[in-house]
Nanobody, 115 residues
Framework: QVQLVESGGGLVQAGGSLRLSCAAS????????MGWYRQAPGKQRELVAA???????NYADSVKGRFTISRDNAKNTVYLQMNSLKPEDTAAYYC?????????WGKGTLVTVSL
């Protein structure tokens, strides 16, 4: 089992910034990925950004140029720096750690962007 604990959500005005953190109790061995997903009310959960053990990174088109994902393997922690936030970024943000047949989720942290 892997426990994931997110932090850093909150209320921010449009144009502002937030930094999310996700600490994993341990890191999955082998090829793995840590990422952030979000789910807005009435919508499906979607990938925001993911960083792989190889160093590769994927971003959703809607956040490219505004969000930056990074990973500290020594701390088993992944970060999401969110800049130039927009009201449409409002959602619950979930951390995910996946590798092989395993996929673990955090409980989520709420990000609210006001006008």
């Amino acid at each position: 089992q892997v426990q994931l604990v997110e932090s850093g959500g909150g209320l921010v005005q449009a144009g502002g910034s937030l930094r999310l953190s996700c600490a994993a109790s341990r890191r999955l061995f082998g090829i793995n990925a840590m990422g952030w997903y979000r789910q807005a009310p009435g919508k499906q959960r979607e990938l925001v950004a993911a960083i792989f053990s190889s160093g590769s990174i994927n971003y959703a088109d809607s956040v490219k140029g505004r969000f930056t994902i990074s990973r500290d393997n020594a701390k088993n922690t992944v970060y999401l720096q969110m800049n130039s936030l927009k009201p449409e970024d409002t959602a619950a943000y979930y951390c995910n750690h996946a590798g092989g047949a395993f996929s673990y989720w955090g409980k989520g942290t709420l990000v609210t962007v006001s006008l």
